[in-house]
């Protein structure tokens, strides 16, 4: 069984890569991290390809909006670009894959709507192809809401998508929207291109269920991998299909490089990940 790669979202040191991207990625490097998610990237590719060129990186991955003319972020919403200048943009910074990181749960709420998304990934999916690229679609909470013909909302998409939309899966957002985990992984399958890689303690409620307050989004209790709830090793050891483990945290429990240390540490040390 092949290993997945170990990466890194870009968001979870947000403040840090905004302030100082060359140092930032350095520090990436200097953790033995090879790869990144890249995230905020559509205004500047070019400026951030010349960072990760200079520290040795490479952005396999990336988040930006496809599906959505807004995108919610736990600090308020902000206005998207148009998919073309989206995916121009992950072509120059060295993308293959462009996952759409949030659809309003409201989207979520209906069969209707939920099988829009779909038709909508199938469209961006033919428009990424065009650039050399593919799509993805990462989670939140939100798609685990309603159940349609007994399955989840997200895997009604998945089973409603072409084989080239990928699914990344945020094992703890997951588990937030009452999954089993590692069952929720096998039944992916090979659909399943990433995890993000994050452990701590779930909201007492669903944070994007109606009527629920998404303030409780800005301050998550999450910890270090093997410190909080959330099943990882089981969840990573349910498929062989995988091949980005991407750490993430929304928040970092401490000093952000040593939280990401930490998880890397965390990937290799239980052999779930090269």
């Given amino acids: 069984m092949s290993l997945p790669t170990s990466s890194v979202q870009l968001y ?23 790869h990144v998610e890249a995230f905020d990237f ?6 951030i390809r010349a960072a990760l060129d200079a520290s040795g990186l490479t952005a396999p991955t990336g988040h930006a909006p496809l599906l959505s003319t ?13 998919p ?17 990181p949030f659809v309003e749960p409201a989207r979520w709420a209906t069969v209707d709507g939920v099988a829009e998304i779909a038709d909508r990934l199938n469209a961006v999916a ?12 990462h989670n939140h ?25 990928a699914v990344e899966l945020d094992l703890f957002w997951a588990l937030t929207g009452g999954q089993d985990v590692p069952a929720l992984v096998q039944r992916l399958g090979s659909r399943l291109l990433a995890v993000h890689v994050k452990d701590g303690f779930v909201p007492a409620e669903n944070p994007f269920a109606p009527d629920v307050d998404r303030a ?7 910890r270090r991998p093997g410190e909080g709830e959330v099943p990882l090793v089981e969840a990573m050891r349910a498929t062989d299909a995988v091949r980005w483990a991407v750490i993430e945290y929304d928040q970092s429990p401490g000093d952000v490089f040593d939280d990401i240390a930490a998880s890397h540490a965390f990937l290799l040390e239980n052999g779930l990940a090269a």
Avoid: C, K
């Avoid at 403040?15 to 990436?28: G, H, I, M, V, Y």
């Avoid at 559509?42 to 400026?47: C, F, L």
């Avoid at 033919?126 to 679609?137: K, M």
């Fill in 141 to 165: 909470a939100q798609e685990f809401l309603i159940d349609i013909d007994g399955a989840s909302a997200l895997e009604y998409v998945v089973a409603h998508t072409d084989e080239r939309v």
């Fill in 84 to 100: 073309e200048a989206v995916l121009a943009a992950a072509a120059t910074l060295g993308l293959s894959t462009v996952i759409d």
């Fill in 216 to 222: 409780v989004t800005r301050h998550l209790d999450q």
């Fill in 126 to 137: 033919d428009l990424a192809a065009g650039y050399g690229l593919t799509v993805g679609y």
């Fill in 42 to 47: 559509v205004s500047r590719p070019a400026e």
């Fill in 70 to 82: 807004e995108l919610w972020t736990p600090h308020g919403s902000i206005p998207t670009p148009e």
């Fill in 12 to 34: 979870t040191l947000v403040d840090e890569f905004r302030a100082d991207p060359a140092r930032s990625l350095d520090r990436l490097a200097a953790i033995g991290l090879r």
